[in-house]
């Protein structure tokens, strides 16, 4: 079971990777390989390679820096992992009141959740990183969605704190808001969400 687990999880960081880089004439052989189970801590060591630098758009669009996004997508990987379903592969169902948790365990993170719970890897991700450069000395005064993306509004720390913070929100438009499956951004009328395919048929998006 932990095998298929590992191809799984490994399978679903190289969609991401690959959708995020897509644009990056200089990633187009990123190389993703499967990391280690550790029963206490799930899927770590998992292996990307891209070159080092900020990301390149064909647009000349913002893009973080590459590493800072691998980084992120290992973190969002072995939150996922965490509560991955061997069986079913795919994670735990979450409970009603699954922000609670995550807010209770970070000082910073003071405001709700104004997204669907798919995000929590992601902000689960982003969280562990930034208490890593934690000052004590600032909070989040909203997360919410916004235009189909993750948007963490605070008074932000240092210029790590606040790279971390944006890397986030962009990769926020790779993953599917309501499951935390690769997604992409899609659009309805005039309503985006970046969701994964299966929801994108069910919500009718593009």
């Known amino acids: 079971m932990t095998d298929m687990s ?8 190289r969609q991401i990777v690959g959708a995020a880089f897509e644009g990056d004439p200089a990633c187009r052989d990123v190389i993703v390989l499967p990391g280690k189970w550790d029963e206490s801590e799930g899927l770590i060591d998992l292996f990307i390679t ?39 592969l795919r994670p735990h169902a979450l409970p009603e009141d699954w922000w609670t948790p995550v807010r209770n365990e970070y ?23 930034l208490n890593e450069h934690y000052d004590g000395h600032w909070t989040t005064s909203q997360t919410k969605e916004k235009f189909g993306g993750l948007r963490v509004y605070s008074d932000r720390g240092d210029e790590r704190s606040e790279e971390i913070i944006t890397a986030a929100e962009w990769l926020s438009e790779f993953l599917c808001e309501d499951c935390g499956a690769p997604g992409r951004l899609r659009k309805r009328g005039g309503w ?3 969701v ?7 919500g009718g998006f593009e």
């Not at 070159?51 to 939150?79: F, K, S, Y």
């Not at 000082?107 to 990183?129: K, N, P, T, V, Y």
């Not at 994964?196 to 069910?202: F, G, I, T, V």
């Open 196 to 202: 994964c395919d299966a929801h994108a048929q069910e």
């Open 50 to 88: 891209v070159p080092t630098g900020p990301a390149v758009h064909p647009t000349g669009a913002w893009m973080p820096q590459r590493q800072d996004v691998v980084e992120l997508v290992r973190r969002v990987i072995n939150a996922r992992s965490r509560r991955w379903d061997h069986a079913r």
């Open 192 to 194: 985006y969400r970046t």
């Open 107 to 129: 000082e910073f993170l003071r405001a709700g959740a104004e997204f669907a719970s798919g995000w929590i890897d992601l902000l689960i991700g982003m969280s562990g990183w």
């Open 6 to 13: 590992v191809i799984h999880l490994t399978d679903e960081a």
